[in-house]
Every structure is written in structure tokens, then in C-alpha cells.
């Protein structure tokens, strides 16, 4: 299921819905940033429009499209990373610190004598050392190049870390809402579990416009679409962005004190930037948005299954069956599903088949995975 019909990083969504249900009694957390593959499209026009040949030519098609976008995607990472290093190399300077130390790649980076070209070459040689499920040349990392120089050079340099009294890079936020609507309760078979909606994500960058003022800043290297519709997000659709709004809400708890929030997104390759203002006054809405959705999801008890392509190419639960797991795999019986009668179903097919048949409740239960529980949530690395 799609929360709020978002797509991509900016995004607030969950998985298969099956999942989603376990996630509302387990995690109850709306994550921002991730992606699943209800959410993930590239260019479906396109797409469409080459997809007359047969089913050999449109899987290869389908696997060269998927390649370029997560290419995109991967270059995106290489100039998220860039801008990351340049604010923290600018918050150095803030506090009177000679050294930097990025203990991912670089190490310790003097910020008074640094070389950015150097930078942004042993940034791309260590993400294409990572995925190297691709063929880079050096097209791409002229691009990649080409994108961080753009956005650090846009409009006298509004949109380059050194340039704004940082606050804090990669700003990550794992809120609770600990307000009566956010509650939940469920029975499980290890016993009853109580807590309240989560939020998660990652902002790119938090700074200081003023006193009172914070900036949001958000790079982005795809297309200024709605991903879930294929339409163009424009500057009042922005302002009612689920993502954005999320945003907002979590500086709002995390800063008490800034009256006023900016969100500027710098589209990199679509459309340059684009500034929303949030306020305090915004906050009922927002929660009335959460609220909505949260009661949706608890309220589930038959998902409706999103699909399309994506299931059969992307998607772990529609490319495989139960075959040599621990469960009986189903074979299908009822026409008109992606699984041809005779054939063992999709494990999407196959779950969502027994909730019908025998409740989410004991679905959630039956195909946890072995050794797992259904539990409260707890942040990533968390040894609670
Ligand atoms: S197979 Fe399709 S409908 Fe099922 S979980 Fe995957 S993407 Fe969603």
C-alpha cells in the first residue's frame, strides 16, 4: 500500500500490504525515504509506449530501464554524499575545528586545505566499489560531477553547505507521537504490545536562517514527479507534500523552539528550487494527515494488493513462491490471477489468499519468519 500516494525519497509509505499489517502491530512507523516497489516507476509513459514486443524483449526492456533508474538513483547517493561532507567540512569551521573526520571514506579532511575535486573523486570510487551490479564509465562520474557543481553553484551558491550556518547534516529523526490517537494495542502470540506511532527518516541538511527561522534543505537528482500519479509536482501541490509536511512535524519536535520552518528543495535536473513554509499552525493538519492514515492501516483487515508490473520484476513476494521455505506452497485455484491456475502461487498471491481465508491475526502469526517475533519497535542497532 501506498501511503499518501508518494513516491521515492520523499516518501512516507509502507510495503506489501500483508506487511504493512504486521508493520502496524509491530513497528507502527511511518518511515520517510524508503521506497518499495508499489511506490518505485520510472518513466511509465515510456515505458508503455516501447512495451509492444513480446515478453522476451519487454523483460529486457524492463531490466534496462530498471538498470538506468537505480543508476540514477545510485548517483544521486554519490552527490547526497558530497554535500554531506561539505556541510559537516562547514560546521568544522563554526566550531573552530581544523579537522573533519569522515570515517566512512575519507578520513580525516583538513577544512582549510582541501581539494573539493578530490573529494568528489574518492566519493564516486568508493559508491561504484559498492555497486558494482552496474557499468560505470566515465560519463557518469562526469555527471555526477556535473550535478554537484550545479547545485553547489545555483543562484550564487544558496544551495552550498559552505554557505549556510549549519545545524546539522543527514538529520535524522525516530519520533514516537505520544498523543492518544497515536496509541496501539494488539494481542500477539508472545502476548499484548502497547506503544505508540512512530515517525522516521532523514533530512539532508538542517540550517539557520535565523532566531527564529530553520532551513530544511533537500537535494534532489530525479524528476520533480509525484511518482504515484506520474504528475509533476508543482509548488502548491509541494505544499501539501506528505513528505515535506513530515518533515516539518519532525523539526518541530526535535527544535521547539523555531517558530518558523523553510523546506527548500534544490531539484538538481528538474525545475531548481523550490521553498515552502511551514509554521506552527500547521502541526493540527499534519496530525490530522497521520492520524487518518494510521487509522486506515489499523482498520485493515482485507489489503488490496497494488499490482502491476513491478510484481513480477522487482518485487521479492511476487517473483518467488513458497517453494523450499517452511511453509506449504498453495497451488493456485481461482482464475484471473498473476499465478496461472495449476501453478504455485506467489508468496504475495499465497498470503494474501490465507488472510482472506483465515484473518490477518492468524496470517501475521503463521508466516513470521522462524525465530522472529512480532514485537515493539526499536531503532536500527538499538541493544534494548
Ligand atoms: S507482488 Fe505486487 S502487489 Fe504483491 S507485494 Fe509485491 S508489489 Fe505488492
Known sequence: MTLFGQPLKAKVSFTPRYKDRRNAKANLVFVAGEKSPHEMDMDSKFYQAELAPGPREKDELIDKLWDKYNKKADKGTICHKVFEILAHIKLCDQNNQQYYNDTEILGMIDINNYDINLIIEKVYDYYISKFNHHEWSVA???????????????????????????????????IEIKKEWAKYSYQ?????????????????????????????????????????????????????????????????????????????????????????????????????????????????????????????????????????????????????????????????EQVHHDILVKGIDAVVDEYQAPGYNVGQYKAPGSAE
Open 140 to 174: 557518469d562520474y562526469n555527471e555526477c560531477k556535473k550535478w554537484i557543481f550545479k547545485a553547489l553553484n545555483y543562484s550564487d551558491g544558496i544551495f552550498d553547505p559552505r554557505n549556510k550556518n549549519i545545524v546539522q547534516p543527514e538529520q535524522h529523526f525516530d
Open 188 to 348: 500477539t502470540k508472545i502476548g499484548q504490545i502497547n506503544g505508540y506511532l512512530a515517525i522516521k527518516g532523514t533530512m539532508d541538511l538542517i540550517a539557520r536562517v535565523n532566531d527564529d527561522t530553520l532551513e530544511i534543505i533537500d537535494y534532489k537528482t530525479g524528476k520533480r514527479l509525484d511518482w504515484a500519479t506520474g504528475q509533476e509536482k508543482t509548488l502548491a501541490k509541494l505544499h501539501e507534500d506528505p513528505q515535506l509536511m513530515l518533515y516539518y512535524y519532525a523539526i518541530h519536535k526535535l527544535y521547539p523552539d523555531a517558530k518558523y520552518v523553510i523546506v527548500s528543495i534544490y531539484f538538481i535536473n528538474d525545475g531548481g528550487m523550490f521553498s515552502v513554509c511551514f509554521d506552527k499552525s500547521h502541526i493540527s493538519k499534519i496530525e490530522n494527515m497521520l492520524k487518518n492514515k494510521f487509522e486506515t492501516i489499523k482498520n485493515t483487515t482485507n489489503p488490496e494488493l497494488n499490482k502491476s508490473w513491478k510484481c513480477t520484476k522487482l518485487c521479492h513476494f511476487g517473483k518467488n513462491t513458497f517453494n523450499n521455505t517452511n511453509h506449504l506452497p498453495i497451488i493456485e485455484y481461482r482464475e484471473n490471477q498473476i499465478t496461472p491456475l495449476g501453478e504455485h502461487m506467489t508468496m504475495c
